[in-house]
């Protein structure tokens, strides 16, 4: 989706509802959120690929939520649903903890969001009663062998008739020079892993779903200074159970 695309222009653009914070969501340095309306436009992307899933009334699992900017979309487009938002405590950048802290202060006191650690007692709630899982620019940071215990976390969810939406770069449509992102947060966390479509549908397919290779998002590199060339061209796909 690019902001000349009519889904966008006549639909994703639109906030029927006021957003709890209108600009950008804050956060810690110079990572965790895109400026408006590129921020807008990457959690839009992520909404389209929820296909059918995306309607009043859904829970949603963001897990790696950063600052909670997805939930602060969600308030702008719908009125009914609940949300819970994950993130890693400890680790060396601390970064986890901010953004915890952060969504807690700023948005822990509507009611339909919940903020907690990854690996915690809310995270085994939110995958009793998530319809959809959101992994938005997580598995492009990480190994293959991390990928896969991480997405097996969430096969209850499809096996309930939910779906799991997640980024990944592909490789042949994707320009980085160097090791890949080099941010304020330690030079292994924005690594870039790039895969191919063969890759990630085998592999969904290899669980037992279906992979829909639902929608794409590039940031141009003149909106994020900070990317590697060619700017953040992330593919994002949503698996599910057959039907």
Not at 89 to 106: F, N, Q, V, W
Not at 117 to 129: C, D, P, V
Request: proline share 6%; with cysteine.
């Amino acid at each position: 989706m690019l902001f000349e695309d009519t889904l966008w222009t006549g639909k994703w653009q639109h906030t029927p509802f006021p957003k709890l914070i209108e600009g950008r969501v804050p956060d810690v340095g110079s990572v965790g959120c895109d400026d408006e309306p590129v921020s807008s436009l990457w959690c839009a992307c992520l909404a389209q690929a929820m296909g059918p899933h995306y309607r009043e009334g859904m829970t949603v699992l963001d897990y790696g939520c950063g600052f909670g900017r997805f939930f602060n979309f969600l308030t702008g487009r719908l009125n009914d649903f609940r949300y819970y938002g994950l993130e890693v405590e400890g680790t060396p950048s601390k970064h986890g903890d901010a953004c915890l802290d952060y969504a807690g202060r700023t948005f822990g006191g509507d009611p339909r969001a919940r903020f907690g650690a990854i690996e915690s007692a809310l995270e085994a709630q939110a995958i009793r009663e998530a319809d959809v899982v959101l992994l938005g620019s997580v598995f492009s940071h990480i190994d293959r062998a991390m990928m896969d215990a991480i997405f097996r976390k969430f096969l209850p969810v499809t096996d309930a008739g939910g779906a799991v939406v997640f980024s990944v770069m592909i490789g042949d449509s994707y320009a980085a020079t160097g090791p890949g992102f080099l941010l304020d947060m330690g030079p292994a966390f924005y690594q870039t892993v790039t895969y191919t479509d063969a890759d990630i549908s085998g592999y969904v397919r290899d669980l037992g779903l279906v992979p829909t290779r639902a929608e794409t998002f590039h940031a141009p590199r003149e909106k994020q200074p900070h990317h590697s060339s060619g700017g953040n061209m992330q593919t994002i796909y949503r698996a599910e159970a057959p039907r």
